[in-house]
């Protein structure tokens, strides 16, 4: 990710046709689990530390019948020095004795950027290099990495799949 107080932005879905995200919805017991191995899960998968998670919401309390709950962490991946996923996991659900359900989404993106600070990053001739440079050698590059993110996300739903498989037999 590059610091910088102006900077060109270019974004890409990870999953360009719609809807542009993957969605699971599971039905069983034991759903609350699914918390931690979500999160463990996001780790292995991307290989990420937990600095390159961050949980922005976590709303878990007791209904009349169980317990309800809702997580959303952001994953921000850095690949280069001009380009990261940047990618949202929202877990929701809820646990009713030893039946629930829950809700996983799963929306990424592959950000590109380019710092323009600098009188000479805001100059035509730079802009001209930057723009040749994309072209003839990063746009692939960029390619690549969009393909690592729709194979990463599907890897995790497969692996999120056996996880629950293993959960809901315990």
Same mark, same amino acid.
């Given at each position: 990710?590059v610091f910088?107080?102006?900077? @060109?932005?270019?974004?890409?879905?990870?999953?360009e046709?719609?809807?542009?995200?993957?969605?699971?919805?599971?039905?069983?017991?034991?759903?609350?689990k699914?918390? *931690?191995?979500?999160?463990? @899960?996001?780790?292995?998968?991307? *290989?990420a530390t !937990?600095?390159?998670?961050?949980?922005?919401?976590h *709303?878990w309390g007791?209904?009349?019948?169980?317990?309800?709950f809702?997580?959303?962490?952001?994953? /921000?991946?850095?690949? !280069?020095?001009?380009?990261?996923?940047?990618?949202?996991?929202? @877990?929701?659900?809820?646990q009713?004795?030893k039946s629930?359900?829950?809700?996983?989404?799963?929306?990424?993106v @592959?950000?590109s950027?380019?710092?323009?600070?600098?009188?000479?990053q805001?100059s035509?001739?730079?802009?001209?290099? &930057?723009t040749?440079?994309?072209?003839?050698?990063?746009?692939?590059?960029?390619?690549?990495?969009n393909?690592?993110? &729709? /194979?990463?996300?599907s890897?995790?739903?497969?692996?999120?799949k056996?996880?629950?498989?293993k959960?809901?037999d315990?």
């Amino acid at each position: 990710m590059v610091f910088a107080r102006t900077k @060109l932005v270019l974004q890409d879905n990870c999953f360009e046709e719609d809807p542009g995200s993957v969605e699971l919805r599971l039905v069983g017991p034991n759903v609350s689990k699914l918390y *931690n191995e979500v999160y463990e @899960l996001i780790k292995a998968v991307f *290989n990420a530390t !937990d600095a390159d998670i961050q949980e922005t919401m976590h *709303n878990w309390g007791k209904i009349e019948k169980g317990e309800k709950f809702k997580v959303r962490w952001w994953l /921000h991946k850095d690949l !280069d020095l001009f380009s990261y996923f940047y990618i949202s996991f929202d @877990l929701s659900g809820q646990q009713s004795g030893k039946s629930g359900n829950a809700v996983i989404k799963v929306k990424g993106v @592959l950000r590109s950027e380019y710092p323009q600070d600098t009188i000479w990053q805001r100059s035509l001739f730079y802009e001209m290099m &930057r723009t040749f440079w994309h072209r003839a050698f990063y746009h692939k590059k960029r390619e690549e990495y969009n393909e690592e993110c &729709r /194979h990463s996300i599907s890897f995790f739903e497969k692996k999120l799949k056996e996880i629950y498989n293993k959960i809901k037999d315990e």
